[in-house]
């Protein structure tokens, strides 16, 4: 599943109406495949009354094939509310008059009772009024209807089904941007790719669930195929699950190194060790200090442990030539969770980089806070370097705000990931993770299930986990991030409640979240 800019798009469309099928068909597709997929997300019997708000362009195109599949497929009662005249020779416009359907015109409508009156009977609305080149803020009638539908949808007290074709009308599809009467879906198809503005806020409140339709492009038609920005959806992250042959043994799944912890932070070792663990890791070693080894192990039985030297509460300086050691018999080592931001901690991550050859690395939290004052920080690690910053620590990282970084999300995610040569792990609501070489992806999962302390450090354990068991950098992080995403909506649906999901819920649904790949 690809992600493709507003510009992208429409040159996917025009080579394929030179080459491949035209605009009309394309348009046929997606109104079909729109279809298809509301019934399929919601069942429709001949006592469904679904309103159709259809706009005056391509968006509004789209919704009228929709309702003339609709009624061709199913005995709903569907309105038609039409924002703009049509042309008599439009074809799909003539198809929903040839079928007889109800029609209504905002033309007619002056004081907006008969849109309220649909809005309000309404089980489903389908929301075809603009599509990805709506210019923000709307004005004149495209505003004052989506203003009005959302006054009636406050007063309802059941909500209808929202479905929106293409995008919620109202929001930059390039940008994230939204206007302040976008209706809110519950189920948001899109067309040939996802749209870089869905999964960027405000834009990604309104979107609800997320599908794709190709309408009849496929992935290798070429100019899709060069766009190497994806969306890690269930079948892809079960594609890169490493192989777990039945002859194997703990040597044969990997071996993972985990210098992490300090005197305020005890928990995360325990987090990310575990994680490391129920990626399918085979054995992973645990280096800290002594008095947090004397803390932890009696609740944490399957790790070994490495006592290290500590200063202040932290690691010290004097630890590296340990940790070089036993770098040297794992296959991946996981710097950061709760390692503190003691100057001796400092020294001591700067002097292993400095000496180390090092395994495949994973860097988050204070491993991160820690390089913030060393100059080309990056030039010190390894080929294949995974670091998994949220925003406010990705700002220390560069020369830019929290605010800005969330503004522009996926250009920086780009820039960082080449400038650095490293794998970098946007942390938030629909996670990015950009390569070196251009290769981007994102999560098509938000759940505030992951707000929670804790929750960063399984993500490292589990990306780490699974670089050990061989995958490579990019895919360890796409594959790690889905399933600690996914094992945040089980938690939330385990608990009853995303709000009262704790760190180790989110470690309990990691098994419920491979399995569901499994099965794929």
Request: with cysteine.
């Amino acid at each position: 599943m690809k992600v493709a800019s507003i510009a992208q798009v429409r040159e996917i469309e025009r080579a394929a109406d030179r080459s491949l099928l035209s605009f009309q068909q394309m348009m046929l597709n997606a109104g079909a495949e729109a279809s298809e997929l509301l019934q399929k997300r919601i069942p429709i019997d001949a006592a469904s009354k679904i309103t159709f708000l259809i706009g005056k362009g391509n968006n509004g195109g789209d919704g009228l094939v929709m309702a003339r599949e609709l009624a061709r497929t199913t005995r709903a009662d569907l309105q038609l509310y039409l924002l703009g005249a049509r042309d008599r020779a439009d074809l799909n416009y003539r198809a929903v008059l040839d079928a007889g359907l109800s029609l209504a015109s905002a033309a007619d409508d002056h004081n907006g009772k008969q849109l309220s009156s649909l809005v309000e009977s309404a089980d489903i609305i389908v929301d075809a009024i603009l599509g990805i080149g709506a210019r923000l803020p709307l004005r004149g009638l495209a505003a004052k209807t989506l203003e009005t539908v959302n006054d009636c949808l406050r007063k309802r007290k059941a909500r209808p089904f929202v479905l929106a074709i293409d995008c919620p009308s109202g929001i930059d599809c390039d940008a994230g941007d939204a206007d302040a009467n976008v209706i809110a879906a519950d189920l948001t198809i899109s067309f040939i790719a996802g749209k870089p503005g869905l999964f960027v806020f405000p834009a990604a409140r309104y979107v609800g669930d997320l599908e794709i339709a190709a309408i009849g492009i496929p992935e290798r038609f070429p100019q899709l195929a060069r766009i190497k920005t994806t969306v890690v959806d269930a079948r892809l992250a079960s594609s890169l699950l490493p192989e777990r042959p039945l002859d194997g043994h703990k040597g044969s799944f990997g071996k993972v190194l985990l210098v992490a912890g300090s005197e305020h932070y005890i928990g995360a070792i325990a987090l990310a060790a575990e994680a490391a663990y129920r990626s399918g890791a085979g054995l992973v070693t645990v280096a800290t200090t002594r008095l947090l080894i004397e803390t932890v192990a009696g609740s944490l039985r399957e790790p070994t442990w490495l006592p290290l030297p500590e200063r202040d509460g932290g690691i010290a300086e004097t630890a590296v030539d340990a940790v070089l050691a036993a770098a040297e018999a794992c296959d991946a080592l996981l710097i950061g969770c709760g390692l503190g931001m003691r100057e001796s901690t400092r020294e001591f991550q700067r002097q292993l980089f400095a000496r180390g050859s090092l395994p495949a690395l994973v860097l988050d939290a204070d491993a991160l806070n820690l390089l913030q004052r060393d100059a080309r920080w990056w030039d010190a690690l390894p080929p294949g370097t995974i670091i998994t910053p949220h925003p406010g620590e990705l700002a220390r990282l560069t020369d830019l705000s929290a605010n800005e970084i969330n503004a522009d999300r996926w250009d920086v995610a780009r820039q960082c990931a080449d400038r650095w040569k490293l794998v970098l792990v946007l942390k938030g609501a629909h996670t990015l993770i950009a390569a070196p070489d251009g290769r981007t992806c994102v999560l098509p999962i938000k759940t505030d299930a992951l707000s929670t302390a804790g929750t960063g450090d399984i993500l490292a354990g589990l990306i780490t986990g699974l670089r050990a068991q061989g995958l490579n950098a990019f895919d360890s992080a796409r594959l790690g991030a889905y399933i600690h995403a996914s094992a945040g909506i089980i938690a939330a649906q385990n608990a009853g409640s995303s709000r009262s999901v704790i760190a180790g819920d989110v470690l309990s649904a990691l098994g419920s979240s491979f399995a569901a790949l499994e099965r794929l």
